[in-house]
């Protein structure tokens, strides 16, 4: 096999979509675990107990303010996971056609 620019550049490149598609499928295997296995893992659940008035005044939250303040940090996990999802498939969907079309390549410059 003779060495080439082109060959490392070929192989650098196959290097480059198999880690991007390496990292997108832990990514994914991540989600999976976190919605179907660890349900808490990435709930973040810090109750404030007391909000300020417009006078600076303390004031407990009611029982009311405590399950919209619960909905809202359910609503922020549910987007973070589809932000996580999202980039995952993206790095799937650039990383599989990167290192496929370049290894493929490498085969027949290596081949011949």
């Given at each position: 096999m003779?060495?080439?620019?082109?060959?490392?550049?070929?192989?650098?490149?196959?290097?480059?979509?198999?880690?991007?598609?390496?990292v997108?499928?832990?990514?994914?295997?991540?989600l999976?675990?976190?919605?179907?296995?660890?349900k808490d893992?990435?709930?973040?659940?810090?109750?404030?107990?007391?909000?300020?008035?417009?006078?600076?005044?303390?004031?407990?939250?009611?029982?009311?303010?405590?399950?919209?303040?619960?909905?809202?940090?359910?609503?922020?996990?549910?987007r973070?996971r589809?932000?996580?999802?999202?980039?995952?498939?993206?790095?799937?969907?650039?990383?599989?056609?990167?290192?496929?079309?370049?290894?493929?390549?490498?085969?027949?410059?290596?081949?011949?």
């Amino acid at each position: 096999m003779k060495f080439s620019i082109r060959l490392l550049y070929l192989y650098l490149f196959s290097f480059i979509g198999l880690i991007i598609a390496v990292v997108g499928t832990v990514q994914l295997v991540d989600l999976g675990m976190k919605v179907y296995l660890f349900k808490d893992a990435d709930r973040f659940d810090y109750p404030v107990a007391v909000k300020f008035d417009p006078n600076g005044k303390e004031t407990i939250l009611t029982d009311k303010e405590k399950e919209d303040q619960k909905k809202q940090q359910d609503v922020e996990t549910k987007r973070n996971r589809q932000r996580q999802a999202s980039t995952a498939l993206a790095m799937l969907i650039v990383g599989i056609p990167l290192y496929k079309y370049h290894w493929r390549l490498v085969n027949s410059q290596t081949a011949s």
